[in-house]
């Protein structure tokens, strides 16, 4: 999706690093999303925020932390990467009103060596 | 909880060959359901969604859903693949906040 920008799109890095994965929207979108894709497990969340001062956590959000700089930027970061924490990660954004879907960003494949 | 299986990890079919992906999900409520696609390299893509209303439901790239609450399933058609088609589906469910419960998804493989 055009609207929902990430970067990098591929990053290699070692054990032991930090790494600060971006999202950015166009759209002015208040809520936005982070998942993580393994094969066959589909996606799963890790954190979401309805706001810049509403973050939460998902399902998966040990290892990780998110920031909203502002409501078009939602970064995820993982402060001292390990190898089970190489995956494909999408950000999404999402309309508040009822009956809107989430549209996802192309991914960073990250891998930790 | 909610939760989402897609019986299938891997569908091969010839092209111009009609298509099923299966979809169970488990939810209390009325859901909230999609289907998304991805192809290599890229995000997912909404393919079409079901919130409410009449139960199939028409989406892009000529696909299609049921949603059949008595079987808890949302299956996704389309009467003639083409070689584009391939790649990997996957299905959702949301709850009134919106927050979506993926199945591991589907890997289509189309033969020419």
């Known amino acids: 999706d055009a609207d929902v920008t990430q970067t990098p799109r591929n990053r290699i890095t070692k054990t032991g690093k930090r790494i600060m994965l971006e999202c950015s929207q166009t759209?002015?979108?208040?809520?936005m999303y982070w998942y993580r894709q393994d094969p066959g497990l589909g996606l799963q969340l890790i954190y979401y925020?309805?706001?810049?001062?509403?973050?939460n956590k998902g399902e998966i959000s040990d290892g990780y932390s998110v920031s909203r700089q502002a409501q078009a930027k939602f970064s995820l970061s993982l402060e001292s990467a390990i190898p089970n924490q190489t995956a494909l990660y999408f950000c999404?954004?999402?309309?508040?009103?009822?009956?809107?879907?989430?549209?996802f960003g192309d991914g960073t494949r990250l891998s930790i060596l | 909880a909610q939760s989402v299986t897609q019986p299938d990890i891997h569908i091969t079919v010839s092209e111009g060959a009609s298509l099923e992906l299966r979809c169970n999900y488990s939810y209390g409520a009325t859901p909230y359901l999609f289907w998304y696609v991805q192809s290599p390299g890229q995000g997912l893509q909404l393919l079409l969604k079901y919130f409410s209303g009449d139960t199939l439901v028409q989406g892009i790239k000529g696909f299609e859903a049921e949603f059949k609450r008595s079987q808890s399933s949302f299956n996704l058609r389309k009467p003639s693949v083409h070689w584009s088609d391939a790649a990997e589906y996957f299905c959702?469910?949301?709850?009134?906040?919106?927050?979506?419960?993926f199945g591991g998804g589907t890997r289509l493989m189309v033969k020419p």
């Open positions: 999404a954004r999402r309309q508040v009103e009822r009956n809107q879907p989430q549209h």
């Open positions: 759209k002015g979108h208040d809520r």
């Open positions: 959702a469910v949301a709850t009134p906040g919106n927050m979506l419960t």
């Open positions: 925020s309805f706001d810049v001062k509403d973050i």
